[in-house]
Each structure stands twice: as structure tokens, then as C-alpha cells.
């Protein structure tokens, strides 16, 4: 069954601390993975995709086979950083649903 | 940057009424989706939608709910008779192939 589990629901860091939000996947081929962002008040947004290894914001999220993660990380959290944020899954290539995990909330204190 | 577009923001309705959420997506994607999101719940899928048919639907997506593109432009989520609890924010969303989502701001929909 494909699964997307994000286990912390709150993330609470100081500015200019690491961060990493935590997302664990299950599924059997080779799934796409994304972050997605939602700012207070605002739409979702797309993040990261794994494909394009790219770095926005300052985030960046490796997708780990062997231990089916793709975790987000940031070496120094800004307090713009506070949103929900999501990580997703699709199994295919467009036209397939995208599954969210539960979602983390981070809050990035002063 | 393109956008997609939902319309109404915020809908309100009686139980048992029939909505219709409207959206507009990015004019060059191919795919076509909807999702809601019941308060402090997560992201749920809805329906897929390609190729003028739909692809896949969630078990929430049940004789109660249609979609349509009428015009080639429009996308839109109908649902028949509205129950309390079918309030939720509803997201459209579009993609192309390979590419992430594209969501619209959401309706929200009260349903009393």
C-alpha cells in the first residue's frame, strides 16, 4: 500500500537552528517525492520535487532508498520558514493521485 | 507565474443543496485533479482527471460527486446533496507530466 508518514505533527525550532522535518514513504517501484509548502492564509505550493535535486529556500531533501526517507532539511531556519509543510508521493508519471502525509507544522521562534 | 484559479473562496450552503466549485487551470497542463481538506485533517485525494475522463477516484468520491470541463477552460466539482460532512476546503490542482502540482487557493465550503 503506498503511504506517506510524516511523525512529527509540530516542529519547534529557534531561528537560525537546523531543522529537519521528517517523511518516511511506503511503496513498492520508484516513486516521485515531493515537498509541498502552505504559509498562513496561503495556497500550496510546491517545494522540492527529489527529481530535480535542486535547492530552494534554502531547503534541500534527499530521497533515501534503503531507508525509505526524504527528509526536509535546513541548516538555518528563518522565521519566514513557519508553515505547514508536506511531504507527497506519486507513483507514476502525471495523471496518478499524489498521496500527502499528515503534515508537520513548524514553528520558528525568535 | 501561472496560477490556478478557484472560484467561489468561501461557499455556503444548506444540507442537501447541490455546489458547484469552479476551477481554471494552468491552460498548458494536461491533468487535472481535486482534493480537500477537513479541518486539522490532512490532504485528501479526491479525483483525477485526464484526457476529458477521469483516471482514478478516491472511495470518498462517491455517486454524490461529479466533474466536468464544460469548456476546455473550466474544471468544475459538483456535488449533488451536500451532507455536514462534506465542509471542507477544497483544492484543485494541475500538473503536467513529471512536474509537481499546481493548487488553486481552495473553497471553502460550509455546509449548514
Known amino acids: 500500500a503506498q503511504r506517506v508518514t510524516q511523525p512529527e505533527k509540530l516542529l519547534s525550532v529557534f531561528k537560525g537552528a537546523p531543522v529537519e522535518l521528517k517523511c518516511n514513504y511506503s511503496y513498492s517501484g520508484s516513486p516521485e517525492l515531493f515537498w509541498y509548502v502552505q504559509y498562513s492564509r496561503q495556497r500550496l505550493q510546491l517545494l522540492l520535487r527529489h527529481i530535480s535535486r535542486e535547492s530552494i529556500k534554502g531547503f534541500t531533501a534527499d530521497l533515501n532508498k534503503g531507508e525509505t526517507s526524504f527528509h526536509l532539511k535546513k541548516p538555518f531556519a528563518q522565521e519566514e520558514d513557519s508553515a505547514m509543510y508536506y511531504c507527497a508521493l506519486n507513483p507514476g508519471t502525471g495523471g496518478f493521485k499524489t498521496i500527502f502525509g499528515a503534515g508537520t507544522r513548524l514553528f520558528v521562534k525568535a | 507565474e501561472p496560477e490556478v484559479t478557484q472560484t467561489p473562496s468561501h461557499q455556503v450552503t444548506q444540507m442537501g443543496q447541490e455546489v458547484i466549485l469552479r476551477c481554471v487551470p494552468i491552460s498548458n497542463h494536461l491533468y487535472f485533479y481535486w482534493y480537500r481538506q477537513i479541518l486539522g485533517q490532512k490532504v485528501e485525494f479526491l479525483v483525477s482527471f485526464y484526457n476529458n475522463e477521469i483516471s482514478e477516484k478516491s472511495e470518498i468520491f462517491d455517486d454524490q460527486f461529479s466533474v466536468e470541463r464544460p469548456d476546455g477552460s473550466n474544471f468544475t466539482l459538483k456535488i449533488r446533496s451536500t451532507k455536514l460532512e462534506d465542509s471542507a476546503m477544497y483544492f484543485c490542482?494541475?500538473?503536467?507530466?513529471?512536474?509537481?502540482?499546481?493548487f488553486g487557493s481552495g473553497t471553502r465550503l460550509t455546509v449548514v
Open positions: 490542482a494541475s500538473s503536467a507530466p513529471n512536474y509537481g502540482y499546481t
